[in-house]
């Protein structure tokens, strides 16, 4: 089953010019190869009411099924991915953060300096993901296993017990 997904870059020098995105494309390039589809990609500054309209947006319309957003989840006072999302959060899933952290700090101590957060709203997931292309690689690697079950629930595509679900009106699985 495919899901569409959307990436989100969160960067003031990228935004400037001043700095090539290359988390963004390392996202991309990871979630085609595992089969979903990138349907959006964007790369904005890192100004909080702009972010939070742009997530609200996305989720709202649809565009996607998995936001991840690169970049601003640090401790640097223009970090403020965490507080843009959490401010559109419908409802928290806050397992998929604490398992990224948890896995990046068997390779780096640093780890817990993240401050990333995953939420839902609507039928939309948004996970942040860290800004570094070497992060971005490490934490999808530690998500991806569980990302299709978890969409397939949230999407309605799977069931609890992570069986597709039968169409009632033409009997065929969805």
């Not at 960067?11 to 290359?22: C, H, I, P, T, V």
């Not at 899933?93 to 817990?112: D, F, K, N, V």
């Not at 490490?138 to 169409?167: A, M, Q, W, Y």
């Amino acid at each position: 089953m495919s899901y569409r997904v959307g990436i989100l870059t969160l960067s003031d020098k990228g935004a400037r010019g001043e700095r090539e995105d290359r988390s963004g494309p390392a996202i991309a390039e990871m979630m085609e190869q595992a089969g979903y589809e990138v349907v959006y990609r964007r790369l904005m500054s890192d100004e909080l009411e702009p972010m939070k309209k742009e997530l609200a947006r996305v989720c709202d319309e649809n565009v996607c099924d998995l936001l991840l957003t690169t970049g601003g989840t640090g401790f640097s006072l223009r970090d403020q991915t965490p507080e843009a999302t959490l401010a559109v959060a419908e409802r928290h899933a806050p397992g998929i953060a604490e398992g990224m952290r948890y896995s990046s700090l068997q390779i780096t101590p640093h780890a817990m300096l993240s401050r990333g957060v995953s939420v839902l709203r609507g039928q939309t997931l948004i996970v942040n993901l860290p800004g570094s292309v070497k992060a971005v690689r490490e934490n999808l690697r530690f998500i991806l296993p569980c990302l299709s079950h978890g969409l397939g629930i949230l999407t309605g595509r799977e069931s609890e017990c992570g069986t597709p679900k039968e169409d009632h009106h033409t009997g065929e699985e969805r």
